[in-house]
């Protein structure tokens, strides 16, 4: 951590970046893992292996649907608990609320990039199954305004 840092706005949106790209590769993940369970349901293995296979192929949905919440609420509660560290100028709100116009841009970017990836043909079957973190993706812009007024009442709510 810079010891002279002066804002969060890079922080929301480099969390912002991580959790959208952590969401695509989780879904391409699991679109690999369903190819490869049913490519492999139909070689001469074992009965057995088929079955832990097939197993495990199910459980990744919900595992990793579980882990992105985990992910997405612990990179914003970091960027929280940094913000209670920082000392930053009551001057410096107007200049903040007219930047976080401008970062909320690239964030709605993101938003539909992930909606896209989300609804493309060869991937939205797979989609399907993450409740979370279609939920979370959908409403990502909206969520992440109100962590921008969330961590700005940490940030300037202080004696």
Same mark, same amino acid.
Request: charged content about 10%; some cysteine; proline content about 3%.
């Given at each position: 951590?810079?010891?002279?840092?002066?804002?969060? $706005?890079?922080?929301? &949106? /480099?969390?912002?970046?991580?959790?959208?790209? $952590?969401?695509?590769? =989780?879904?391409?993940?699991?679109?690999?893992?369903?190819?490869?369970?049913? @490519?492999?349901? %139909?070689? @001469?293995?074992?009965?057995?292996?088929? $079955? =832990?296979?097939?197993?495990?192929?199910?459980?990744?949905?919900?595992? *990793?649907? @579980?882990?992105?919440?985990?992910? /997405?609420? $612990?990179?914003?509660?970091?960027?929280?608990?940094?913000?209670?560290?920082?000392? &930053?100028?009551?001057?410096?709100?107007?200049?903040?609320?007219?930047?976080?116009?401008?970062?909320?841009?690239?964030?709605? =970017?993101?938003?539909?990039?992930?909606?896209?990836?989300?609804?493309? %043909?060869?991937?939205?079957?797979?989609?399907?199954?993450?409740?979370?973190? @279609?939920?979370?993706?959908?409403?990502?812009?909206?969520?992440?305004?109100?962590?921008? *007024?969330?961590?700005?009442?940490?940030?300037?709510?202080?004696?």
């Amino acid at each position: 951590m810079k010891k002279h840092k002066k804002g969060f $706005l890079q922080d929301i &949106l /480099f969390v912002s970046l991580v959790v959208c790209i $952590l969401g695509i590769v =989780i879904f391409f993940g699991t679109k690999v893992m369903n190819d490869v369970n049913t @490519s492999y349901q %139909t070689t @001469s293995a074992s009965n057995t292996s088929k $079955l =832990i296979f097939s197993d495990a192929s199910s459980r990744m949905t919900p595992v *990793f649907d @579980s882990i992105f919440l985990i992910v /997405f609420v $612990l990179s914003l509660v970091g960027v929280i608990f940094a913000l209670i560290v920082l000392r &930053l100028s009551p001057v410096a709100l107007i200049l903040v609320i007219i930047l976080v116009g401008f970062v909320l841009i690239p964030i709605a =970017i993101l938003g539909n990039m992930f909606n896209t990836v989300q609804n493309d %043909t060869s991937i939205v079957a797979t989609a399907t199954g993450f409740s979370i973190t @279609s939920f979370l993706m959908d409403h990502f812009v909206l969520i992440i305004i109100g962590f921008i *007024f969330i961590a700005m009442v940490v940030a300037y709510a202080r004696p």
